[in-house]
């Protein structure tokens, strides 16, 4: 019988996930399908309910339900219950299971352009305090990144993932001028927040100015494709990275929990790039 996927979230009508899984299934040659479900904020209970009741096999989910769906679900895995927030949903056999695959999605993407052992001894700075950031901060200390600072206009935000971090992590909230002025030191900076995404295209998180030469900086931003804090990264030497990345990764981890097959990242990328109306090559 052909398993059933899907996404639930509000809105849902832009979400490429149903292509990109679509896509996936077709590629394998696996008897599945993948649809975009729209659940309001107050259906998230009974959308679950409904998973059960007809054997959907697995469930992405987002916004405004990665919160609300946990105390429903059957069992959360250490780092997803952490960082309080799940996107990835697993029926195995009755029994609901959630992950959360953005951090490590996150992870898997830079990747690209650090190891993971350079990555454990380096020294990050994360932009912002929202989700974005919770479960990238998370995955990172969980994954044995030992410093991580946040920068972040409301400090209690900052200091409120901090301190929630169960791993261990040397870690401290910034304000913008100090963080700018010791940009030096870091060898890898990420923007979570939405500053620079269409139509502020003009903007930019922090300045560059004290940037080193090679760090990687990295923006979850996709739309545009190249963010103006990424144009800048590029023009003093950094090396970019955009967050078609993040979003490909986030959904092959998920493929792989429902399949077992890690999935071809290149292909959902080219595809990913398609959809949004860029350049493949
Ligand atoms: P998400 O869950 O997608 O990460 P969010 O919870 O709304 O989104 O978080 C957005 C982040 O972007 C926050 O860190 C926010 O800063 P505050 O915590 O101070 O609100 C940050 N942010 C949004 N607009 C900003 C701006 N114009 N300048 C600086 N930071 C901004």
Redesign the pocket.
């Given at each position: 019988m052909e398993k059933v996927y899907g996404v639930i979230g509000s809105p849902i009508s832009h979400s490429m996930s149903p292509m990109m899984h679509n896509d996936l299934f077709e590629h394998y040659k696996l008897k599945a399908r993948y649809h975009a479900f729209h659940v309001p904020q107050e259906g998230v209970n009974a959308a679950i309910e409904g998973i059960k009741a007809l054997g959907i096999a697995g469930i992405n989910v987002t916004i405004p339900h990665k919160i609300d769906v946990i105390e429903y679900l059957d069992e959360v895995e250490e780092v997803a219950a952490n960082i309080g927030a799940v996107n990835t949903i697993v029926n195995e056999n009755g029994k609901l299971i959630g992950y959360n695959t953005d951090g490590n999605g996150f992870i898997r993407s830079l990747n690209q352009v650090i190891s993971n052992e350079e990555l454990c001894s380096a020294k990050v700075l994360i932009i912002?305090?929202?989700?974005?950031?919770r479960g990238i901060f998370i995955s990172l200390a969980a994954m044995g990144v030992k410093n991580i600072d946040i920068v972040?206009?409301?400090m209690e935000?900052a200091h409120s993932i901090i301190d929630d971090c169960k791993f261990p992590v040397d870690s401290h909230g910034l304000g913008f001028a100090e963080a700018e002025a010791d940009l030096g030191k870091y060898q890898v900076i990420v923007n979570?927040?939405?500053?620079g995404m269409h139509p502020n295209v003009d903007e930019m998180?922090l300045s560059l100015e004290n940037i080193t030469p090679k760090t990687i900086v990295s923006d979850i931003i996709y739309n545009p494709f190249e963010t103006k804090l990424l144009q800048e990264a590029t023009r003093r030497g950094a090396i970019t990275q955009n967050g078609i990345g993040m979003f490909v990764y986030q959904g092959a981890l998920a493929f792989e929990k429902w399949t077992g097959i890690f999935p071809d990242t290149d292909r959902m990328e080219r595809l990913v790039t398609r959809l949004l109306g860029g350049k493949t090559c």
């Open positions: 912002g305090a929202g989700g974005a950031a972040n206009r409301t935000r979570t927040t939405s500053v998180p």
